[in-house]
Nanobody, 115 residues
């Protein structure tokens, strides 16, 4: 089976940086479309960043220019570099991978940005 495990979340001051990691076990990682979603308190889960199997990226307007998604197929991992963090970025961040009908989610990692 495929498992996704996020790490790297924590508490950081506004303006700071964090790097999230998502380790993937099982499956054929290189063919999967990967993405980072986030869910803030009282809000719906939203797409923050995504990267195709070919390396094409897309970002939500709210994070564009501050976040960078990347993948390492050899390590079977996807990363989210988050810079210039804002309190509005506070959320649980989830790693997602999908290919056709296959869809997998990680357990989430908490990111808290203080003022």
């Amino acid at each position: 089976q495929v498992q996704l495990v996020e790490s790297g979340g924590g508490l950081v001051q506004a303006g700071g940086s964090l790097r999230l990691s998502c380790a993937v076990s099982g499956g054929t990682f290189s063919i999967y479309h990967m993405a980072w979603y986030r869910q803030a308190p009282g809000e719906q889960r939203e797409l923050a960043a995504e990267i195709t199997s070919g390396g094409t990226t897309n970002y939500a307007d709210s994070v564009k220019g501050r976040f960078t998604i990347s993948r390492d197929n050899a390590k079977k991992a996807v990363y989210l570099q988050m810079n210039t963090l804002k309190p509005e970025d506070t959320a649980v961040y989830y790693c997602r991978g999908h290919f056709g009908p296959l869809n997998y989610w990680g357990q989430g990692t908490q990111v808290t940005v203080s003022s």
